[in-house]
């Protein structure tokens, strides 16, 4: 009989004062791994692979934009050298070609930028080469984008719209295969 | 007058604590969302350049990462001072690429699959040498969406 007396005795209910210790410990753990870091970068689509390599010389050269990086991270465009600080205003200028001069693009949408570099070529020059000539291209979206639909271009725009501006200035960037004389 | 009197005597001076585990789970579960377990310990060393055009990569299960960088000082007697891939946890050469990416892509859900990115975090430094041997890789495995992991230039 003593056993029922300690039954009644006993409440129902479960301690639950500890409850917040052990979420407390799962909180700080938590909090200690999380990294809130987000990454970011520039977003490039690569060519599918094939094994022919891709024929330039049937496009005429006033739409070919040529940039190459050599070994040292020096510039050469369309055969001059050029400062890396002047390569997305000269890009616009060979892209949108406001003075219809005979020796740049016929049209936005006939240019085509032809990058090569060395292997030897460092990667940080490789990407400020590719974030100008990118900045470029948004930059004349941008404009593009104004002129249309009143807005400045951006990412979260209707795709209607961005298809609408990327076909009238299309992103084309064709990189060559690299030349090999200044690899460590 | 008695009447406030007798309440005054019964109420009790202790304040509950019962929902105090409901507000502290509240807060785990925040920050379990928000949380990224660090999967891979960085063997090689790594700064990314700065650049302007940047683009937020948005699903984190969709992205796999592939580091290139020269090794940190404590690996440097056994994988010597040339630029490394990592790959996951351990170093590995560009043919271990496709494996790589194909593990990735199992435990993503089918109709996903075609929104795997890359992310290729390349320290500054490297030459382009074994960055180009990676992306060949790349186009040769089929993964043609890559993301240039970069620092935003500040102003």
């Known amino acids: 009989m003593a056993k029922t007396s300690t039954r009644d005795r006993m409440s129902n209910e479960i301690n639950a004062g500890s409850m917040a210790d052990i979420a407390f410990l799962l909180l700080i753990f938590f909090l200690v791994t999380t990294t809130i870091a987000e990454d970011k970068g520039i977003l490039v ?3 599918p692979w094939s094994d022919e390599e891709p024929d330039i010389t049937q496009l005429k050269t006033r739409n070919v934009y040529s940039v190459l990086v050599n070994a040292q991270n020096m510039l050469l465009v369309r ?11 000269k890009t616009i200028e060979f892209i949108s070609n406001p003075q219809r001069r005979e020796d740049l693009a016929e049209a936005p949408n006939k240019a085509i930028i032809s990058l090569k570099n060395d292997r030897g070529t460092s990667y940080a020059t490789y990407l400020e080469v590719y974030n100008e000539l990118k900045a470029a291209y948004y ?12 807005v400045a271009y951006s990412d979260d725009m209707p795709v209607a719209q961005q298809k609408v501006i990327k076909g009238e200035i299309p992103f084309v960037i064709s990189e060559a295969e690299p030349t090999n004389f200044g690899e460590e | 007058m008695s009447k406030f009197q007798k309440k005054r005597g019964k109420a009790k001076p202790a304040i509950s604590t019962a929902s105090l585990p409901d507000i502290i789970f509240m807060l785990l579960f925040f920050f379990m969302v928000v949380t990224v377990l660090r999967d891979a310990e960085l063997k090689v060393k790594v700064t990314t350049p700065y650049a302007t055009e940047l683009t937020k990569l948005e699903e984190k299960s969709l992205v796999n990462y592939l580091y290139i960088g020269r090794p940190e000082k404590k690996y440097q007697p056994i994988y010597g001072t040339r630029p490394r891939l990592q790959l996951g946890d351990a170093f590995a050469t560009v043919d271990d690429i496709p494996l790589f990416l194909e593990k990735h892509k199992v435990k993503v859900p089918e109709n996903k699959r075609a929104r795997i990115t890359s992310s290729l975090r390349v320290d500054g430094e490297v030459t382009m040498g074994i960055v180009q041997d990676v992306k060949i890789k790349l186009r040769k495995s089929g993964q043609l969406k890559v993301n240039y992991s970069a620092k935003k230039k500040p102003q």
């Open chain 1, 45 to 47: 689509k690569l060519p």
């Open chain 1, 79 to 89: 055969g001059e050298e050029m400062d890396i600080d002047d390569l997305r205003e």
């Open chain 1, 139 to 150: 930059e004349l979206w941008d404009d593009l984008s104004r002129q249309k639909f009143g």
